[in-house]
């Protein structure tokens, strides 16, 4: 005879008065966490896993119509999370090194996010050895990031090298901006063999390297980057790799060039299609490629290149 197991889910309710990082740490699969509007500061370090399941799924989220705060400090990440079937949203998180940084994580959700003045990354999903499949990061508002001198991406996903990878993934509907206090400051960065995945419709300007930057997928399937409005990078607008479609994208006043595509991190610029994007003013080229290697798919068609004073398209070996 098999014995059913009976998991019963809770609504748990968080005022200041109580102890936040205590009810983080014993949610349970189908456990919805509500945190009521107030200042949450971390005690230190907090790591958290999250095991929902797809029945059962984690929510820890902010009160409707409140402001929930949750305070880093410099020496740790705001929020330490891994685990599965698990939804953040509607928080604030300030300061902190990073203001979430995701370990081992599967079918997650990241929406309705305000995440400032982090000493480094905004969002990163870069453990090396970790995994990260099928995220979905929709509507964080990112901005102030590297203020202790960290890289200060809005977006740090993946790994270099492809140490930790990222796929099945979407990242749409955030808007990042103001990166230029970090070392580097992209606005969304995908790392090597990462794949699979759509950056799609965000908002990313006044930053200080790439609004997007995109590698390779070492040879699974492609990436997409589409939709997007880019201005203000003190680099290359959109910088790619290979492997990706970029399309539907708006790039304006890039330092550098609008959309650029090279080589890197083992990548070669291959499999890359650039369709029907407009690019406005740029301090190089409106479109720059270096070492597009011969016999590579690559298709350039149906853009707008609009850098008056420059150079449209612009092939350096």
């Known amino acids: 005879m098999i014995v059913p197991v009976l998991v019963f889910a809770a609504t748990i309710d ?48 902010g009160a409707a119509g409140e402001v929930a705060v949750i305070e880093g400090i410099p020496e740790q990440n705001t929020l330490d999370v891994e685990g599965s079937w698990y939804t953040l949203r509607d928080l604030e998180i300030a300061g902190g090194s990073h203001g979430v940084r995701l370990g081992n994580s599967a079918h997650a959700t990241l929406t309705n996010l305000h995440i400032h003045h982090t000493g480094d990354v905004g969002v990163s999903c870069n453990r090396p050895q970790n995994t990260y499949e099928a995220l979905t990061i929709r509507g964080l508002h990112i901005h102030d990031t590297g203020m202790d001198g960290g890289t200060g991406e809005g977006m740090y996903l993946g790994c270099n090298g492809g140490e930790c990878t990222m796929w099945d993934s979407v990242i749409e509907f955030n808007w990042v901006h103001d990166t230029t206090a970090g070392s580097q400051g992209d606005g969304i960065e995908l790392k090597a063999g990462s794949y699979g995945s759509s950056i799609r419709h965000n908002v990313i300007h006044d930053v200080r390297y790439p609004g997007i930057t995109i590698y390779g997928t070492k040879g699974m399937p492609g990436n997409i980057v589409e939709g997007n409005a880019v201005w203000n990078t003190m680099d290359n607008g959109i910088q790619t790799v290979g492997e990706v479609m970029v399309r539907n994208n708006l790039v304006a006043n890039a330092a550098a060039s609008g959309i650029a595509a090279k080589s890197s991190d083992g990548g070669i610029v291959e499999d890359l299609t650039i369709i029907h994007n407009t690019v406005v003013q740029a301090g190089d080229a409106c479109l720059r490629g270096n070492e597009f290697p011969g016999g590579a798919a690559i298709i350039v068609a149906n853009n707008g290149f609009y850098c008056d004073g420059g150079t449209a398209i612009k ?3």
């Open 14 to 61: 968080i005022t200041p008065n109580d102890d936040l990082w205590a009810a983080l740490q014993g949610l349970v699969a189908g456990d919805e966490l509500i945190v009521h509007a107030g200042t949450y500061k971390i005690p230190g370090f907090v790591h958290l896993t999250l095991a929902g399941t797809e029945a059962a799924p984690i929510v820890v989220r």
């Open 315 to 317: 092939l350096a070996q």
